[in-house]
């Protein structure tokens, strides 16, 4: 099974997106599997980290922000370049083995859909197996 949903991106973030992960591993009704989860965006990811701190996410923002800076030479008209890097080193999917009906996470663990290139209407997907 297949679940879409959406997301309204205001700014460059990482959106917890753990709900709405249990929400379609519950729809589906499988016990013992796996989900993946995918962004079918060119300037977003999805990735698993900590979910405790918020610290952390700002702490990730800020590495990806020094770690792929917008710089004058790069050529792409849309002037997002950076997004597009930030996304590829992120990734656009994760998958999770689903265990008694609920994703196996870490203590700390949160899936999170990250936004690269504000303001956007997003969507990801879950698929259930």
Request: glycine share 8%.
């Amino acid at each position: 099974m297949i679940y879409e949903f959406k997301l309204a991106a205001g700014r460059e973030d990482f959106y917890d997106i753990t709900p709405q992960v249990r929400e379609a591993i519950a729809k589906s009704g499988i016990a013992d599997g796996i989900a993946v989860i995918y962004c079918p965006h060119t300037t977003a990811g999805i990735t698993i980290n900590e979910n405790a701190d918020p610290d952390v996410v700002r702490d990730m923002l800020l590495g990806l922000d020094r770690a792929f800076p917008d710089r004058p030479e790069f050529r792409h008209a849309e002037g997002n370049s950076s997004a597009h890097l930030k996304a590829s080193a992120v990734g656009s999917s994760a998958t999770i083995i689903i265990t008694n009906g609920k994703p196996l996470l870490g203590t700390w663990q949160g899936i999170y859909f990250c936004e690269f290139d504000p303001p956007r209407s997003r969507r990801f997907y879950v698929k259930v197996l």
